[in-house]
């Protein structure tokens, strides 16, 4: 069925360093992707989003990049910093529908 | 705005009992969704309004459960009677319609209720 899920259920980064979350998505007709931000008792929170008219946007600290040609969507946080540790998730919609899907998840650890 | 409030944080109840969960989406959003998450199945979307009126109840797991949405203001989901594999934390989650947004009708999250039943 359809479905979006992720590669790396877990990434370990160090502080400063770049951090790469990977996507992958399943549903050709989706044609809006959307990062969220999930920490510890808290719900998901909007990071950045992209159209499938676009390969990357830029947003502060975070890329997202769009591969349609393998359904392939990815978050690039530039620097991170311990206050991104969390779970991300990739989320995807199609123009005309309303419902997003989201992604298995991937838990961001930041080593100081 | 305050966001999307969410009522009780927290709530533990025994099997068979109803459970009564509640919502306040953004001013103005005509969107308000409910999901579910569990460690098991991730974020699940068990139903949405579009103005008031739902519009896609196909996630809701069972007869049990039920939401409404009396007012722009207001929603609840209620589970009855609750059973052990309702334990998840449930999110409801608010957005602004299409024709406002052109399509990137990104969702803003209230901070869930954690329910646990016994």
């Known amino acids: 069925g359809e479905s979006v899920g992720l590669h790396l259920p877990t990434l370990s980064v160090q502080e400063g360093d770049n951090s790469i979350i990977n996507c992958a998505y399943s549903n050709s007709a989706s044609d809006y992707f959307i990062w969220y931000k999930q920490e510890s008792g808290k719900g998901p929170q909007f990071i950045i989003d992209i159209r499938s008219n676009m390969d990357k946007r830029q947003g502060q600290r975070v890329t997202v990049l769009l591969n349609k040609t393998v359904k392939h969507l990815s978050l690039q946080i530039a620097a991170t910093q311990p206050g991104d540790s969390a779970v991300y998730f990739c989320?995807?919609?199609?123009?005309?529908?309303?419902?997003?899907?989201f992604g298995a998840g991937t838990r961001l650890f930041v080593k100081a | 705005d305050a966001g999307v409030i969410q009522s009780p944080r927290h709530e533990v109840t025994e099997m068979g009992q109803e459970v009564t969960l509640r919502c306040k989406p953004i001013?103005?959003?005509?969107?308000l969704f409910w999901y579910r998450q569990t460690m098991m199945r991730g974020l699940e979307l068990l139903i949405y309004f579009n103005n008031n009126v739902p519009i896609d109840d196909s996630g809701m797991p069972e007869d049990r459960f039920s939401a409404k949405m009396p007012n722009a203001s207001f929603s609840t989901l209620k589970i009855q009677p609750s059973e052990p594999r309702d334990s998840a934390v449930y999110f409801c989650a608010s957005s602004l319609g299409v024709r406002r947004t052109g399509g990137n009708e990104k969702l803003f999250f209230g901070s869930g209720t954690q329910l646990s039943v016994l």
């Open positions: 001013s103005g959003h005509d969107y």
């Open positions: 989320a995807e919609k199609s123009t005309g529908g309303f419902k997003t899907i």
